[in-house]
């Protein structure tokens, strides 16, 4: 009678990885360790696709995002934020915080942003980076890399993307040109709580060539734990040490990490956008709407608006009695959408009983619906092996 967590992160963590987790803590400079936490580096750079740098130490996606700004902007330089959302807007408070310049364009919650409103602001001053989260969990919201990347590049900037609500499920790779062979990702971050499967507690980070240069040429960061040099040499060769790093959770993000490759980022990408279509269709087959249109919507979360008059809260609760536990909306969306994830190590069968749970819950609330058309719309997407 497992709780099934279908929050937009933390998500599901398989057997396997508890069982890494839960393996006896070595000294944190001991070979052996070093040997399991130099593999998780190098994974993290194949997932990314990249030789340049990856870094993986003690702490949320926040630091990530704070590991991204001060090693490439200083105090007084330009950043451009393109916001689709909560996550995407907690980029401006950050990077003023170091005495950062911050111009921001917000798109239209479950909106992607206008390129041509990019390209202009992009003309408007000389930006040392331009922030971009990849999913925002805010509104389920997948940003328009693709037209991002190039235009970005083409101005001169830093591309830093904030993947905590895509890795491991939607392509990002380093190596990738976007309309041109070098307009690619300098930056991209995460945490270890979403699509790889892990509980919280890692921020995860890799850096292109000309984000490192970047980094070289400022001679001081306003960090210390956060800046990449105290870390570089650790994560070349572990047994070398800078500050303790968190043993266990780098087993079982070792363990994460391999299933993530063998499944492979194809066939991962593919099934979270199955993943996405199947309850998105589920879910409007019981009436209700998802807040991102379908060729914007995300593969790993959904922000669904509530019918008329099912509260909130109440639908939440009772799903939780039935061991589905979803999340309410943020800011100005709360009360009135519920956001569910749907990624890493989550299976159809997991969501085929939410939708279930769901059309019960509604059917309590005094909406009507039919649990079977749900289910139909769900499984013509989707096939789930009991
Ligand atoms: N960016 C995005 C897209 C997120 O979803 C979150 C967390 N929900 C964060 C950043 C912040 O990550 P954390 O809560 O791990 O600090």
């Not at 331009?130 to 830093?158: Q, Y």
């Amino acid at each position: 009678n497992k709780e099934y967590l279908l929050i937009p992160g933390p998500t599901p963590v398989s057997d396997e990885v508890y069982d890494a987790l839960g393996r006896e803590t070595m000294g944190h400079t001991d070979p052996r360790f070093a040997k399991i936490y130099k593999n998780a580096i190098e994974m993290t750079k194949e997932l990314f696709n990249t030789d340049a740098e990856a870094y993986v130490i003690s702490g949320s996606g926040t630091l990530a995002m704070e590991m991204a700004i001060v090693n490439t902007v200083s105090k007084g330089e330009r950043l451009l934020v393109i916001s689709h959302g909560f996550f995407g807007d907690r980029f401006i408070p950050l990077a003023k915080a170091f005495g950062i310049e911050v111009d921001v364009i917000q798109a239209e919650w479950g909106k992607q942003v206008d390129v041509k409103e990019v390209v202009n602001q992009l003309k408007q001053h000389s930006y040392k980076a331009v922030t971009v989260t990849h999913v925002d969990t805010s509104t389920g919201v997948e940003s328009n890399i693709a037209e991002l990347i190039p235009v970005v590049k083409r101005a001169g900037a830093l591309f830093i993307l904030d993947g905590v609500c895509a890795t491991a499920a939607l392509e990002e790779d380093l190596s990738k040109g976007y309309g041109a062979d070098d307009a690619k990702i300098d930056v991209v971050l995460t945490g270890s709580q979403k699509a790889i499967g892990m509980p919280p507690g890692l921020a995860i980070i890799a850096f292109s060539d000309e984000a490192i240069a970047a980094r070289e040429q400022l001679a001081e960061v306003p960090a210390y734990y956060a800046d990449i040099q105290n870390w570089r040499k650790v994560m070349d060769t572990p047994t070398a040490y800078f500050a303790t790093p968190p043993v266990n959770l780098i087993y079982a993000y070792e363990c994460a990490m391999k299933i993530v490759l063998n499944e492979g980022m194809e066939a991962r990408i593919k099934r979270h956008e199955n993943y996405g279509t199947a309850i998105r269709r589920a879910l409007i087959a019981y009436g209700m709407n998802p807040l991102a249109k379908e060729d914007v919507a995300s593969p790993t979360l959904s922000c669904i608006l509530y019918p008329e008059g099912i509260d909130d809260a109440l639908f939440r609760e009772k799903l939780a009695e039935r061991g589905i536990i979803v999340a309410g909306a943020l800011a100005h969306l709360a009360g009135k959408a519920f956001r569910i994830g749907h990624m890493g190590s989550t299976t159809p069968q997991m969501l085929e009983q939410a939708i279930c749970h769901i059309g019960e819950v509604l059917e309590e609330l005094g909406h009507k619906v039919t649990i079977g058309a749900a289910l139909k719309a769900f499984r013509e997407v989707l096939t789930v092996e009991k």
